[in-house]
């Protein structure tokens, strides 16, 4: 059975920073390609970063230069590093390989 578990959300203030994990179980995320999506309400779900089998990292133009997405492939575990956040990035995170999704965790950013 795959589980995607995130954490590390939570409230932050502007200019700020977060780090958000993703555990995976039953599935191997070195594997493959992985990604951080968001999801504001009343938007669509956008793709944050993802990182493909050989470490490259591709990122959303809306958050270059300030997040960073890695992998720890001995703890099968996800990374999202967020610095100098803004309000904008408030959303629900997810984590996701293939058709596997996490169930989310909140990043609310005040002004």
């Known amino acids: 059975q795959v589980q995607l578990v995130e954490s590390g959300g939570g409230l932050v203030q502007a200019g700020g920073s977060l780090r958000l994990s993703c555990a995976a179980s039953g599935i191997t995320f070195s594997y493959n390609r992985n990604g951080w999506y968001r999801q504001a309400p009343g938007k669509q779900r956008e793709l944050v970063a993802s990182i493909d089998s050989g470490g490259n990292t591709n990122y959303a133009d809306s958050v270059k230069f300030r997040f960073t997405i890695s992998r720890d492939n001995a703890k099968n575990t996800l990374y999202l590093q967020m610095n100098s956040l803004k309000p904008e990035d408030t959303a629900v995170y997810y984590c996701?390989?293939?058709?596997?999704w996490g169930q989310g965790t909140q990043v609310t950013v005040s002004s």
């Open positions: 996701n390989q293939f058709s596997f």
